[in-house]
């Protein structure tokens, strides 16, 4: 995948499955994701937003002291936690890897 190829998710489950085809959008553009469970498939449409401007404004307000962190410090620890077990499976044949 090249630098600004679209980059798709996919999650899974037991009842259905979500795909997000243009999963990161910068800037304004509306985007869309696939809904598949046992009611059917379906499209829905999410409105577009630039998330970097959000988050640049987020971060401006908590330190500004007009608002909270939406996410912990520990939590953002967790989720290096579960990125490096990920490389670690990756790099060993997919290997499930303890968090």
């Given at each position: ?13 037991t009842?259905g499955?979500?795909?997000?085809p ?9 985007t ?11 499209n ?17 307000a ?18 290096m936690?579960?990125i ?13 890897e303890?968090?």
């Open positions: 995948m090249g630098i600004g190829s679209p980059t798709t998710h996919q999650v899974v489950g009842e499955v979500i795909e997000a243009v999963a990161f959008l910068p800037g304004h553009s509306d869309m994701i696939r809904i598949r469970d046992a009611t059917g498939a379906r829905e449409t999410i409105a577009g937003v630039d998330e970097y401007q959000l988050m640049a404004e987020h971060f401006a908590c330190v500004r002291g007009q608002a909270s962190l939406r996410y912990p410090p520990a939590e953002a620890a967790a989720n936690r579960v490096e077990a990920l490389y670690s499976s990756a790099r060993n044949g997919g290997r499930p303890s968090i």
